[in-house]
């Protein structure tokens, strides 16, 4: 349940005050449970469980209901055999893009222009007319724009940071639909924002384009058969580009490469090398595992192969004194008086 804004002009109003203090709980109640349209549920069990502390009877809700309706701090209407109310002078944020409730006669909304306008909003974004700026859906209607425009700034033809420009601006009236929203890049936006001339420049510059291109004369089930068509050649031209392939199970590199890899590394273990090779390519899954040419590859991973540690009989150096002392000695480093035998191979350490 989003917050609501609730105003202290309420505390200088003359209908507040004329109803029972028990009219005035429940319609504060009220208030906080209405959807962002200012429609609420009146059914008994509804209100009763969310308005009151103790069970009051049909009866005696029915009639602070008619007392909250006698003066204009509700309105009731029916639909569907359900009974709702409408909150006029109610004045939320819309924060949902959908109604709750059904929508409340229209003249049941008399005098009150800022319901009036958003039930209008809300009867045309029913229809497909316009949307709402919150939720994907705005974000849904730009992409469109930006496809249809060539993902291009219609003013410099940039493509970073496109936005959705309204050809006829919000304040005006102009709504969101694909037809009054065109794509300008950040600069462009900015520097049409507010500036009637330059909005104006913007839509010759729209006109212009659409007259050449006549979008609206392609339907729109054409145009996704363009896009359907330009992937299709996307993919051909990807087919006609060398592909690679995935190294088999029986595969080994040719003679030439094998001598060649002798030579460059006489410590390794050629046949060895190869099996690791082989499993480790084998192993590696997709695009990642394809190659155009594995012979080449096969001489990579032998210039990068790492020499093998070589096992060596005698002990490490730091596994006994008379070892770290010889190595030591070896590397011209001798213990300091008082030195321990850690801090001495600390700093062999730090020299090795
Ligand atoms: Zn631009």
New binding site residues.
Partial sequence: MPNRLIRDGILDSDRYWSVSMEARQMYFHMLLLADDYGCISVSPVFLRRRCFNDSPSHERIAKLLNELQDVDLIRLYDQDRSCYAFIPRFRQKLQRATLKHPCPPPNLLEGDDDARAKFDKQRKVEKGEDIFHFGGQWEALKQAVFARDGHK?V??G?QENLHGHHIVPKSKGGESTEKNVTT??E??NVWARNNDERCLQIKQIVEKTASGKNMDSIPVDARHISEEKRREEKRREENLMPRGARLTADWSPEESVKFWASQKRPDLNIEETIEEFRDYWLAKPGKDGTKLDWNLTFKTWVRNARAKATVSATPQWWTSESATLAYGASKGMHPRPGEEMSQYRDRLRRVA
Wanted: hydrophobic share 10%.
């Fill in positions: 700034c003013r410099c940039s300008l890049c600069q462009c």
